[in-house]
């Protein structure tokens, strides 16, 4: 029986793709969510880059009444600390997991997948990403912050020691406060990751200022001689 993957929105370069972006969508939204936004970045038809937005399951939320949205997991308190849905966190990883080793079985070694996502998307990225057992070409991780973040000393894997990551945050960010963001950042620079780190007066968003230091990242991550 083949395995199921998550549902996503694909958009592929001519020819074979050199390298592929999985990029998750934020709480209440689909893989479409960003899909505006990847032409502006110049990467699929320059570098040969192939995108896959995948949509997140429905699933209940608690902070927004029970109601089901498409959720990576879900959140149970207004600060992200309390209750954190271990369980839903790591079903997602396994999902984002099972799709990278799609491109690795199509012929798109790890090192040359990058991972990005926003808000919860960014959330599970940061906690695949540095759990993924190869190497990977980096780590976006846009208006979010580190989940199970007691847990990431004793998880994390050696292989993704020196992944590159970005992050960015809203200085006005109502959702996720840029305190907690923050916090992150310095956790993870605390751990000796490589952490770049941009922050924007605008709210929980993407900013034009924000897309330009994210497509000038991303050609360094993903030029010739880094994936």
Not at 129 to 149: D, I, K, N
């Amino acid at each position: 029986m083949s395995k199921a993957y998550l549902e996503a929105v694909e958009i592929n370069p001519p020819g074979t793709p050199r390298a592929c972006i999985i990029w998750l969508h934020g709480l209440g939204a689909d893989g479409h969510d960003f899909e505006p936004l990847i032409p502006q970045l110049g990467i699929v038809e320059t570098l040969g880059v192939r995108v896959v937005l995948p949509h997140a399951p429905h699933r209940p939320v608690t902070i927004n009444g029970g109601m089901e949205m498409p959720a990576w997991y879900d959140i149970r308190a207004t600060d992200f600390q309390q209750g954190q849905d271990s369980t839903g966190i790591r079903e997602s990883e396994q999902q984002l997991c099972d799709l990278i080793q799609r491109e690795v079985d199509g012929g798109i070694p790890a090192e040359h997948i990058l991972l990005a996502g926003f808000s919860q998307g960014g959330a599970i990225v940061l906690h695949s990403g540095l759990r993924y057992p190869q190497p990977l070409a980096g780590l976006l991780a846009l208006s979010t912050y580190v989940p199970l973040a007691d847990t990431l000393k004793t998880e994390a894997v050696a292989a993704n020691s020196q992944v590159p990551i970005f992050m960015a945050h809203g200085m006005q960010d109502p959702v996720v406060p840029v305190k907690l963001a923050l916090q992150s950042r310095d956790l993870l620079t605390a751990l000796d990751y490589d952490v770049s780190w941009q922050s924007y007066p605008m709210p929980h968003a993407v900013c034009p200022e924000e897309i330009a230091d994210i497509r000038d990242w991303l050609l360094q991550r993903l030029n010739q001689g880094h994936a």
